[in-house]
T-cell receptor, first 115, second 108 residues
Framework: DAGVTQSPTHLIKTRGQQVTLRCSPK?????VSWYQQALGQGPQFIFQ???????QRGNFPDRFSGHQFPNYSSELNVNALLLGDSALYLC??????????????FGDGTRLSIL | KNEVEQSPQNLTAQEGEFITINCSYS?????LHWLQQHPGGGIVSLFM???GKKKHGRLIATINIQEKHSSLHITASHPRDSAVYIC??????????FGQGTRLTINP
């Protein structure tokens, strides 16, 4: 039973480019959350998807957008990349919708470096 | 001031020592998580608790809802326990707010 898988594991981009990160949730999970973790900091909540809709959003600009597919997998898109977008991007999945008491399961993250 | 504060930020100890990491939060929560993050970045959920105390092997987590405080204890620490330990609180619909993490190093 595969856990949360993210791709790619590492990515290098330049300023102004666009990037798409992918997440497959743990089997049976229907809710996906995305987090950004800058070096030496705790993760920061970006947004959360449930039933193919963005349900909650953290304090991130519109350059950050996402999508959830019918199979519950999700993408995070970042446009007009800035140096400050360099971070580890973590995906977490859970079961049972937004108000479930089930814990979140995390992927290993995608490390994005902006040159 | 961050909504979730951890202490200490860094902790170095000798193998076998009893370890305590503290977490204080200032918001209403539905649950609190203790997470372990290894250098590669992957995060493992250790505990999710909303009251009282939980134990798993050498790890013990406690929470005091009235005082808005939680502690993670490691007994008989081992070098393989070296990692960053993160406290995260859940507010409402699955949104997690994280502390900055405690970097633990256990020397043999």
């Amino acid at each position: 039973d595969a856990g949360v898988t993210q791709s790619p594991t590492h990515l290098i981009k330049t300023r102004g480019q666009q990037v798409t990160l992918r997440c497959s949730p743990k089997s049976g999970h229907d809710t996906v959350s995305w987090y950004q973790q800058a070096l030496g900091q705790g993760p920061q909540f970006i947004f959360q998807y449930y039933e193919e809709e963005e349900r909650q959003r953290g304090n991130f600009p519109d350059r950050f957008s996402g999508h959830q597919f019918p199979n519950y997998s999700s993408e995070l898109n970042v446009n007009a990349l800035l140096l400050g977008d360099s971070a580890l991007y973590l995906c977490a999945s859970s079961l049972g919708g937004l108000f479930s008491n089930q814990p979140q399961h995390f992927g290993d993250g995608t490390r994005l470096s902006i040159l | 001031k961050n909504e979730v504060e951890q202490s200490p930020q860094n902790l170095t100890a000798q193998e076998g020592e009893f370890i305590t990491i503290n977490c204080s939060y200032s918001v209403g929560i539905s649950a609190l998580h203790w997470l372990q993050q290894h250098p590669g970045g992957g995060i493992v959920s250790l505990f999710m608790l909303s009251s009282g105390k939980k134990k798993h092997g050498r790890l013990i987590a406690t929470i005091n809802i009235q005082e808005k405080h939680s502690s993670l204890h490691i007994t008989a620490s081992h070098p393989r326990d070296s990692a960053v330990y993160i406290c995260a609180v859940r507010q409402g619909a699955q949104k997690l707010v994280f502390g900055q993490g405690t970097r633990l190093t256990i020397n043999p």
